[in-house]
């Protein structure tokens, strides 16, 4: 599952390789971090000064609100320090796919970029929001209607590794948990995905209250959106589940390291780690090569009884 791509193959890389990589599932996996990271100090500052201010789950930067989100009481100066620091680490970010990625760039909505200044293990959140339960990611952008998340990762801390587990990736997982999981899609036709008029009035309003608020895109949702957050919920709520070795995997991410992966095709808990940088764009699924793997169209597919 783990697809390395070191300096020499970056070199020699044709325009499509990471991104058919992603849409077959895998862990596109950097040794050393092709994207620039912050300088020293800012990182010395923020692994020392931002646990102690952490209000949310993470510290974000929303570029659709121009905010930072998740300090607590930080004063002027340091807020604008972090911002800096965060608007700098999406940016390049953006600027590296753009250059070796492009298919995944047209039209894309590039979303926020988050520090995680928090030790994963033992962090006792509920289990929805726990990083430390194997998952696939839906639900937390608003609707993505069937478009892809891609996220990518940057291990800071200087000593300690990110380890991951996975259980494999949608097709795999829908095939063995799907009826269990209960989402709906046997002999449910071709409308199975296909948006209600209230979806849609929903979707109107949401937008129209975006404009002034963007933090509110989130409310928006979507039958896809709705399955796949029923799918992420029964994985985290079901202990067999999270004990089940079949499919099993761990994987290092060392120091200075990074990584890239479809999210909502790969499952995925970070067992341990602190100080990482996360990445989160919304991918068109217009945009991929390989549709039949995505999981719109698996559950599309599913419905039809094909």
């Not at 599932?25 to 692994?47: E, K, T």
Request: with cysteine.
């Amino acid at each position: 599952m783990l697809d390395t791509f070191d300096t020499d193959r970056l070199q020699h890389l044709q325009a499509d390789d990471i991104s058919d990589s992603l849409e077959r599932g895998s862990v596109v996996f950097f040794p050393q971090s092709p994207v620039p990271i912050p300088s020293a100090d800012d990182l010395l500052l923020i692994r020392r000064e931002l646990p102690e201010l952490l209000r949310l789950k993470n510290i974000s930067y929303h570029p659709e609100a121009d905010r930072v989100r998740g300090l607590d009481e930080a004063d002027p100066e340091l807020a604008a320090r972090v911002k800096r620091i965060l608007v700098e680490v999406s940016n390049n970010i953006a600027d590296f796919l753009t250059a070796y990625a492009p298919r995944l760039v047209d039209n894309w909505t590039v979303g926020t970029c988050s520090f995680r200044p928090i030790e994963e293990q033992g962090r006792k959140l509920d289990a929805h929001a726990s990083n430390e339960l194997v998952h696939i990611d839906a639900g937390a952008y608003g609707a993505t209607n069937g478009d892809r998340i891609l996220r990518f990762f940057i291990n800071v801390n200087p000593d300690e590794d990110r380890v991951w587990a996975t259980k494999g990736n949608f097709p795999e997982l829908f095939n063995s948990y799907g009826a269990r999981a209960q989402l709906g899609y046997a002999n449910a036709g071709d409308n199975y995905m296909t948006k209600s008029p209230l979806d849609h009035a929903r979707s109107g309003l949401v937008n129209m209250l975006a404009a002034a608020v963007p933090v509110l895109k989130v409310l928006d949702s979507s039958p896809y959106d709705r399955v796949m957050r029923k799918f992420h919920n029964y994985m985290k709520d079901t202990p067999s589940f999270q004990q089940e070795t079949q499919g099993h995997e761990e994987f290092r991410f060392p120091p200075f390291s990074a990584w890239m992966v479809f999210t909502d095709m790969v499952s995925h808990a970070c067992l341990s780690g602190q100080h990482a940088f996360v990445h989160t764009s919304i991918v068109p699924l217009n945009n991929c090569r390989l549709p039949d793997m995505a999981p719109m169209n698996i559950l599309r597919q599913a419905a039809r009884g094909s």
